[in-house]
């Protein structure tokens, strides 16, 4: 029984902290900023992503429902060359890869740790690496107007043509 209380004891005492933490993270401006900043930036690259992943699986005749995509180093650099993105591997690692390590962790591993555990640390990493990892998600979802660009450009043409060709 006194094990059962400890136990018990001890998990509400951490509980609180946990909340206690995030607490101080919600009530600090500058903290709440960085985090709705990078975690708008980082779900238009997700959204990104994921359709191009989604397109991917189907040319692989693979049905897979949006809600199931993981976003994972083993086929996004396959699925965007599919569709002929020009995105550098580097591009794709900071964003989606699975380093954990402090100081370098991807953009997606950072969101996780923001939006599971409104971990501090990873906050002022976001702050503190705030240059190199909206440079890389703005190269990122560039290259994704651009694809939409250049596809206008080609239905355009396209359409010129068509309007040019004697009957």
Do not use: W
């Not at 990122?140 to 396209?158: A, D, P, R, V, Y």
Request: charged residues 35%.
């Amino acid at each position: 029984m006194a094990k059962k209380k400890l136990k018990e004891a001890h998990v509400k005492r951490t509980t609180y902290k946990k909340y206690e933490k995030a607490m101080t993270v919600l009530n600090d401006s500058q903290y709440v900023q960085a985090k709705n900043e990078f975690l708008a930036k980082f779900t238009l690259c997700e959204i990104a992503c994921k359709s191009v992943i989604e397109y991917y699986k189907k040319t692989q005749d693979e049905s897979i429902d949006v809600k199931e995509i993981k976003l994972d180093m083993r086929s996004i650099p396959a699925a965007f060359a599919k569709f002929n993105y020009n995105i550098d591997k580097h591009i794709l690692t900071a964003i989606f890869g699975a380093s954990k390590k402090r100081g370098q962790k991807s953009a997606k591993k950072l969101r996780d740790c923001i939006v599971h555990a409104l971990s501090e640390e990873d906050i002022l990493e976001v702050i503190n690496r705030k240059t190199h990892l909206y440079s890389v998600m703005d190269s990122f979802l560039n290259i994704i107007k651009e694809g939409q660009e250049e596809e206008t450009q080609m239905q355009e043409t396209t359409d010129d043509e068509r309007i040019l060709i004697p009957v």
